[in-house]
């Protein structure tokens, strides 16, 4: 059992029309490892400044999520601020302060060498080369993008897109990939261009997983009162991959199950600010949420 997760530790700056936080703990990785920490013992790659509170780092280690790949450089940790309006499926990003993650070069520590999942959360695709090259021969390699890399590194991310096994995305990431405005028709066109399995994140209302000979939904958990969708995709990353981290090949019905484990997680993560919710969630929360989602879904 091992995942590797690689990318941005931040301070994020979140305003919502139903209240504000500042500089509080964010980046993929947190999400995604706290995530994913419900069934394997994750292991991050990142990096923070001398101003990343200790606390979170020992609430990882509680976790169990492996830090040996966590450098702590002199400068400030990644600063993101990000704006909700009303329709919380809709988010601007006011500003990014990369700081210490600017010129990251993840360095993999040896013990990681070895690792069956490698998840690239958020990297610029010109680095997953200097990446990947690091690692003997994961069985599984994962990652999704953001807005700026479609826009600025459209190249670099079909190329990737060539290489990996699992890509997640959300709806309006896969239109802005393929030109296709049918979801179905860009899930199948992303499928074309190289990963075996696609995940299109449709926000509140769920996902959409598609594979070479297969597309099907997962609900998201029907959830009234969203207070701060941010870190919603990553946990939900961590949730699938976590489960998968424990099984064998890309069998479907894993897959299903850890689609609805990654759904689950997510609609924990949007319940709180920041990784609050992760923080107090219990692996019983979970199972009590995997039961529900079960009735939810009978027919
Ligand atoms: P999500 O809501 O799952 O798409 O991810 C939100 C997280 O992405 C936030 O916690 C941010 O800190 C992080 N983030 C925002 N912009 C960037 C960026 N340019 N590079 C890496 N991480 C970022």
């Known amino acids: 059992m091992s995942l590797v997760i690689v990318g941005s530790v931040a301070f994020d700056t979140i ?7 500042e500089k509080i703990v964010g980046g993929s990785v947190p999400y995604c490892s706290l995530a994913a920490s419900f069934f394997t013992r994750p292991r991050m790659v990142g990096v923070v400044g001398r101003d990343f509170p200790r606390k979170t780092i020992a609430l990882l280690k509680a976790r169990g999520v492996d830090l040996r790949g966590l450098r702590i450089k002199a400068g400030k940790t990644m600063h993101w601020e990000g704006k909700y309006e009303d329709d919380p499926n809709k988010r601007s990003t006011v500003r990014t302060e990369l700081n210490v993650f600017d010129d990251f070069r993840p360095e993999i520590p040896p013990a990681y060498r070895n690792s069956s999942i490698v998840y690239l959360a958020n990297i610029n695709p010109a680095h997953h080369e200097f990446i990947l090259k690091q690692f003997r021969k994961p069985a599984l390699v994962a990652m999704d993008t953001i807005r700026l890399w479609i826009d600025t590194q459209r190249e670099a991310l079909l190329k990737e897109l060539g290489r990996v096994n699992i890509f ?6 896969a239109r802005s990939i393929t030109g296709e405005s049918n979801l179905i028709s860009a899930g ?26 297969f597309v099907f939904g997962v609900l998201g958990h029907p959830c ?11 946990s939900f990353a961590g949730g699938f991959l976590g489960y998968l981290d424990g ?8 897959v299903r199950r850890a689609a609805v484990y990654g759904s689950i997680l997510a609609s924990f993560t949007i319940e709180d600010f920041g990784i609050g ?10 199972e009590a949420r995997f039961r529900q989602f079960r009735k939810l879904t009978a027919f």
Not at 15 to 21: A, C, F, H, I, Q
Not at 226 to 234: F, H, L, Q, R
Not at 277 to 286: A, I, K, Q, S, Y
Request: no cysteine; hydrophobic share 35%.
């Open 15 to 21: 305003r919502t029309p139903w209240g504000d936080r």
């Open 168 to 173: 997640f995305a959300n709806d309006e990431e």
């Open 188 to 213: 199948k066109a992303l499928i074309r261009l190289g990963p075996s399995l696609v995940l299109l994140k449709k926000g509140e209302h769920g996902a959409l997983v598609f594979g070479r000979d």
């Open 224 to 234: 009234e009162h969203v207070i701060d969708p941010t870190g919603a995709g990553d």
């Open 247 to 254: 099984r064998e090949g890309l069998h479907v019905r894993d």
């Open 277 to 286: 919710r992760l923080e107090t969630l219990d692996p019983g929360l979970v």
